[in-house]
């Protein structure tokens, strides 16, 4: 099972009291399955770490995956970045200080949004390397949605960190990408997909892979529960909820 986490401001953005904890904002919607994990995980560390009975302050912005894939798919990138950038914009308006995107594939454009943004925005790709550093691998299989697998947004940020990724062979990296697209997201887990992906990570541990990181949110839900998998599986949604929890509060 996946391993447990130890663990530009906006004009019109509400200003947090001295020593009070930050508004966070989720752009979720992408898929919603994860947008309700992510919120469960958030308020779970929250009242670990803040054992008061408080709770945070969470604005979600569920947008429309149906266009985020299609321009992803199309090569419009740019037209993604634009538009996250205004969701981003509703998040700040409505009193966030600090977001996130609750997906990866739209890390694609992390950079542009983020040099845009009127609120500091926490990367899940940059969470997760950090983490796999602490973890002290350096060579990891990678796992998601076929732009997540065959693009550089990981592979940069990782081997900035001396991290080497390996992504399934190609008949493999199909297998994922169409369960992914046409099972996980729409919410269906079927336990032989799970036994497939198990399969996979197995391969990737005979091609060198020390751990594998679920670089789909998805990819939690279907592999909740499993025990001994073949190699330590790195959630990368919970490690980013890790993230933000540390940075509300800063």
Request: charged share 25%; aromatic share 12%.
């Given at each position: 099972m996946p391993e447990p986490i130890k663990s530009l401001d906006s004009p019109r953005a509400v200003m947090t009291p001295a020593g009070g904890p930050k508004s966070l904002g989720i752009i979720g919607g992408i898929a919603p399955v994860t947008t309700i994990d992510y919120y469960r995980w958030l308020i779970a560390g929250w009242r670990e770490r803040v054992p008061n009975g408080s709770y945070p302050g969470i604005l979600i912005n569920s947008i429309d995956l149906s266009r985020v894939v299609t321009l992803v798919t199309t090569g419009r990138l740019d037209e993604l970045a634009d538009w996250l950038v205004r969701e981003v914009g509703r998040l700040a308006a409505g009193g966030a200080e600090v977001a996130l995107i609750a997906a990866n594939t739209p890390h694609i454009v992390f950079d542009a949004v983020a040099s845009r943004s009127p609120i500091p925005l926490i990367s899940i790709v940059e969470a997760s390397a950090e983490e796999t550093v602490r973890r002290g691998f350096g060579r990891v299989g990678l796992l998601g949605t076929r732009f997540t697998m065959e693009?550089?947004?990981?592979?940069?940020?990782?081997?900035?960190?001396?991290?080497?990724?390996?992504?399934?062979?190609?008949?493999?990296?199909?297998?994922?990408?169409?369960?992914?697209m046409k099972e996980l997201i729409p919410g269906t887990f079927r336990p032989e997909t799970r036994a497939q992906v198990l399969v996979i990570v197995d391969r990737l541990r005979e091609a060198g892979a020390e751990a594998v990181l679920l670089a789909g949110t998805e990819l939690s839900p279907l592999l909740d529960g499993v025990?001994?998998?073949?190699?330590?599986?790195?959630?990368?949604?919970?490690i980013h909820v890790q993230r933000a929890l540390a940075e509300m509060q800063r």
């Open positions: 693009g550089s947004f990981y592979r940069d940020v990782f081997a900035r960190n001396g991290i080497d990724l390996l992504a399934p062979e190609p008949e493999d990296l199909t297998f994922v990408h169409e369960a992914y025990e001994n998998p073949a190699l330590p599986l790195l959630d990368t949604g919970r």
